[in-house]
Nanobody
Framework: QVWLLESGGGSVHAGGSLTLSCAAS????????MAWFRQRPGKERVLVAY????????FYADSAKGRFTLSRDSTMNTVYLQMNGLMAEDTAVYSC????????????????WGQGTQVSVSA
């Protein structure tokens, strides 16, 4: 079992920045792919970015490229999502997810989920 604890959501004005954190704990957290998804009101949950096992590479959705940066700490147990240049359309519930294997761009590929944190961006 793996537990994911998120923090860092909040409200900002357009153009502002926020950093989300997700700490993983439990059995064999090493070797996990860790990702951030978001779900906007009335929309499906979609991938924002993921970090492969060991943090060797990172994938970003088009909406995140150039504005968001996903990083992992040296233990690989915590991931951060630095979000810059936030826009109103970034308003969503952001959820941390983890998996050892699966379809990494789909929520269905992830076995473990955090509780979600709200990000609200006002125009």
């Amino acid at each position: 079992q793996v537990w994911l604890l998120e923090s860092g959501g909040g409200s900002v004005h357009a153009g502002g920045s926020l950093t989300l954190s997700c700490a993983a704990s439990g059995n064999t957290v090493g070797g996990l792919v860790m990702a951030w998804f978001r779900q906007r009101p009335g929309k499906e949950r979609v991938l924002v970015a993921y970090s492969t096992r060991g943090g060797t590479s990172t994938f970003y959705a088009d909406s995140a490229k150039g504005r968001f940066t996903l990083s992992r700490d040296s233990t690989m147990n915590t991931v951060y999502l630095q979000m810059n240049g936030l826009m109103a359309e970034d308003t969503a519930v952001y959820s941390c997810a983890a998996t050892r294997t699966g379809l990494l761009t789909s929520p269905r590929g992830y076995d473990y989920w955090g509780q979600g944190t709200q990000v609200s961006v006002s125009a």
